[in-house]
């Protein structure tokens, strides 16, 4: 071999392995960025519930810090001997008191651990104050990898700010019990203060603004609801607000409901803006009133793509409609103030409660808007985005991390599809209306098995065999033709490859859609003589076949 070849590969040989080795330190820097919500809660969090929460952040847009407090009332439903909540290591802790007196504490590997003067009893009611502050999480890539967002204006360069925490965790920014399970059921209270000349926006109802005479002005908000901790946040920017009205389902409400962009973006903000009432009526229509009248539906303009923030929804895309006539971010954020927001997972296992009843609320949509032949191309988009890859429900006790996967997307939004073919558009549209607005559910949480059981006293059917199948296993069911010809016409002999799946099969003859019955996963039809003969032309199955 000559030796400028021997050289050459040597170089080459070199570069693979500082390659691979990049490629891994990439790959554990990112991960070194996630920090995991929910999953399996410690037993001295699952001693209290969290009943009220007054939060009072102050942002440093200079120095990209924050300080606050945080004062939690919680009510105790088992005997502990310590407090503990969940704060992010990058954050210190100045102050505790329980009950107005200072209490000693640890604060190590993300969890704040606060010795109490005596162990609480069930049934008893205790305040605990955190005084806290420094330099948060910055998000490596907002909303998945979460934490603050330090940006500055595309013109004037003035600082632009927000905070995303789905798949992170609200203790990123402040001390809460960081699980799904958990939402302060007498909602909460919120201060946020920010420099002169910005705008700082937060969750819940506007309570007004003071100037504090330092620089600094403080905005006041009452959240009226059960909130999810990782849908409590804050925007700040030099914002600018654009008003529309909401009628209601009904036409009898008169809401302003507002969009807050910024003054470069306000006139595209403004043609975009003006779709909003009718995504809410739309989605009104099928889900129910909006849900959080009594706070406001504000949406505003983020540095980052989007993210469901109860009734202030973030909004980080390009004021450009789809080729369907809407803005998806939109409607799909905005959908989730049902799915995800109104009725929301105890575990993240079951994260496919917000994201696929968010996508399909977009087909829905154009179904309502533009018709069931287009909203069929709507569906047939997304199935080229199902990968199959895992289970949409991999377990329990699952943290978001390990819960999150495009197929509770996509594949969740067609399992939703599949089963309107299933159960027929009544019994299914009522489903889909009345499961947010049933009391165990609304404004609190709810399971798969929640679902599940609903939809089968709904319909007075055992459908264990289809939550299985596309829930609990990562493969598509698959069918299997065979045609039989005959003097005078034909059989088609239809299988799947599970007897236990009885799912109907869509089977066009001659050009008109028939409805096969499959019980123990088998079924037949019998054809005209050279008959042509297609398996679910209009895609209405999630399903694979030959």
């Given at each position: 071999?000559k030796?400028?070849?021997?050289?050459?590969?040597?170089?080459?040989?070199?570069?693979v392995?500082l390659l691979i080795l990049?490629?891994?330190?990439l790959?554990?820097?990112?991960?070194?960025?996630?920090?995991?919500?929910?999953?399996?809660?410690p037993?001295?969090?699952?001693?209290?519930?969290?009943?009220?929460?007054?939060?009072?952040?102050?942002?440093?847009?200079?120095?990209?810090?924050?300080?606050?407090?945080?004062?939690?009332?919680?009510?105790?439903?088992g005997?502990?001997?310590?407090?503990?909540?969940?704060?992010?290591?990058?954050?210190?802790?100045?102050?505790?008191?329980?009950?107005?007196?200072?209490?000693?504490?640890?604060h190590?590997?993300?969890?704040l651990?606060?010795?109490?003067v005596?162990p609480w009893?069930?049934?008893?009611?205790?305040?605990?104050?955190?005084r806290?502050?420094g330099?948060?999480?910055?998000?490596?890539?907002?909303?998945?990898?979460g934490g603050?967002?330090?940006k500055k204006?595309p013109?004037?360069?003035?600082p632009?700010?927000?905070?995303?925490c789905?798949e992170d965790?609200s203790?990123?920014w402040?001390?809460?019990?960081?699980?799904?399970?958990?939402?302060?059921?007498?909602?909460?209270d919120?201060?946020?203060?920010?420099?002169?000349?910005?705008?700082?926006?937060?969750?819940?109802?506007?309570?007004?603004?003071?100037d504090?005479?330092?620089?600094?002005?403080?905005?006041?908000w009452?959240v009226?609801?059960?909130?999810?901790?990782?849908?409590?946040?804050?925007?700040?920017?030099?914002?600018?607000?654009?008003?529309?009205?909401?009628?209601?389902?009904d036409?009898?409400?008169?809401?302003?409901i507002l969009?807050?962009?910024?003054?470069?973006?306000?006139?595209k903000a403004?043609?975009?803006?003006?779709?909003a009432?009718?995504i809410?009526?739309?989605?009104g229509?099928?889900f129910?009133?909006?849900?959080?009248l009594?706070?406001k539906?504000?949406v505003?303009?983020?540095?980052y793509?989007?993210?469901e923030h109860?009734?202030l929804?973030?909004?980080?895309?390009?004021?450009?409609d789809?080729?369907?006539?809407?803005?998806a971010?939109?409607?799909?954020?905005?959908?989730?103030?049902?799915?995800g927001?109104?009725v929301?997972v105890?575990?993240?296992?079951?994260?496919?409660?917000?994201?696929?009843f968010?996508?399909?609320a977009?087909?829905?949509?154009v179904?309502?808007?533009?018709?069931?032949e287009?909203?069929l191309?709507?569906m047939?988009?997304?199935?080229?985005?199902?990968?199959?890859?895992?289970?949409?429900?991999?377990?329990?006790?699952?943290?978001?991390?390990h819960?999150y996967?495009?197929?509770?997307y996509?594949?969740?939004?067609?399992v939703?599809?599949?089963?309107?073919?299933?159960?027929?558009?009544e019994?299914?549209?009522?489903?889909l209306h009345d499961?947010?607005?049933?009391?165990?559910?609304?404004?609190?949480?709810?399971?798969?098995?929640?679902?599940?059981a609903?939809v089968?006293?709904?319909?007075g059917?055992d459908?264990?065999?289809?939550w299985?199948?596309?829930?609990?296993?990562?493969?598509?069911?698959r069918?299997t033709?065979h045609?039989?010809?005959?003097?005078?016409?034909?059989?088609?002999e239809?299988?799947?490859?599970?007897?236990?799946f009885?799912?109907?099969?869509?089977?066009?003859?001659?050009?008109?859609?028939?409805r096969?019955?499959?019980?123990?996963?088998?079924?037949n039809l019998?054809?005209?003589?050279?008959?042509?003969?297609?398996?679910d032309?209009?895609g209405?199955?999630?399903a694979?076949?030959?």
């Amino acid at each position: 071999m000559k030796k400028w070849l021997k050289i050459a590969l040597g170089c080459a040989g070199g570069l693979v392995v500082l390659l691979i080795l990049g490629g891994v330190g990439l790959y554990l820097y990112v991960q070194s960025q996630r920090s995991p919500s929910g999953g399996v809660m410690p037993p001295e969090e699952a001693a209290y519930d969290v009943r009220y929460v007054d939060l009072r952040v102050r942002v440093l847009p200079e120095t990209r810090s924050i300080t606050g407090s945080a004062e939690t009332t919680l009510r105790v439903v088992g005997a502990v001997d310590a407090f503990l909540c969940d704060l992010d290591h990058r954050l210190t802790v100045h102050e505790v008191r329980v009950d107005g007196r200072h209490r000693p504490f640890d604060h190590a590997k993300d969890r704040l651990r606060v010795t109490l003067v005596s162990p609480w009893k069930a049934g008893e009611t205790h305040r605990v104050l955190v005084r806290y502050g420094g330099k948060p999480k910055v998000a490596l890539k907002a909303p998945w990898i979460g934490g603050f967002v330090w940006k500055k204006t595309p013109e004037g360069g003035k600082p632009w700010i927000g905070v995303a925490c789905q798949e992170d965790g609200s203790d990123i920014w402040w001390p809460s019990k960081d699980h799904p399970s958990e939402e302060p059921e007498d909602g909460m209270d919120i201060s946020l203060t920010v420099p002169e000349g910005l705008v700082g926006l937060s969750n819940g109802a506007p309570l007004g603004s003071v100037d504090n005479g330092d620089g600094t002005v403080t905005s006041h908000w009452k959240v009226h609801y059960p909130i999810n901790q990782y849908d409590v946040t804050l925007d700040v920017g030099p914002y600018v607000s654009i008003e529309e009205r909401y009628h209601g389902v009904d036409g009898t409400l008169d809401v302003p409901i507002l969009f807050w962009a910024l003054p470069e973006h306000q006139e595209k903000a403004r043609r975009m803006w003006k779709q909003a009432p009718n995504i809410l009526e739309v989605l009104g229509h099928y889900f129910g009133e909006y849900p959080f009248l009594k706070d406001k539906y504000w949406v505003v303009e983020a540095p980052y793509l989007g993210m469901e923030h109860q009734t202030l929804v973030a909004y980080g895309d390009t004021f450009t409609d789809n080729s369907f006539g809407f803005d998806a971010i939109l409607l799909h954020e905005t959908a989730h103030e049902w799915w995800g927001n109104k009725v929301t997972v105890s575990d993240w296992a079951d994260f496919w409660l917000h994201e696929a009843f968010a996508t399909y609320a977009e087909a829905l949509y154009v179904d309502d808007t533009l018709g069931h032949e287009r909203y069929l191309k709507y569906m047939a988009r997304m199935r080229g985005r199902i990968r199959n890859g895992k289970p949409i429900v991999q377990g329990t006790s699952l943290d978001s991390i390990h819960a999150y996967t495009g197929d509770i997307y996509f594949k969740g939004a067609w399992v939703l599809h599949t089963l309107r073919w299933l159960i027929g558009d009544e019994a299914f549209l009522k489903i889909l209306h009345d499961f947010p607005n049933d009391p165990r559910y609304a404004y609190k949480h709810a399971t798969t098995e929640d679902f599940t059981a609903f939809v089968a006293a709904e319909t007075g059917r055992d459908l264990d065999w289809f939550w299985k199948r596309y829930l609990f296993e990562a493969k598509l069911p698959r069918w299997t033709l065979h045609r039989r010809p005959a003097r005078a016409g034909g059989q088609v002999e239809l299988s799947w490859n599970d007897p236990a799946f009885e799912l109907p099969i869509p089977v066009e003859v001659g050009g008109r859609v028939r409805r096969v019955e499959m019980p123990g996963g088998h079924g037949n039809l019998t054809v005209p003589k050279g008959a042509e003969v297609a398996i679910d032309p209009e895609g209405l199955i999630l399903a694979e076949g030959k």
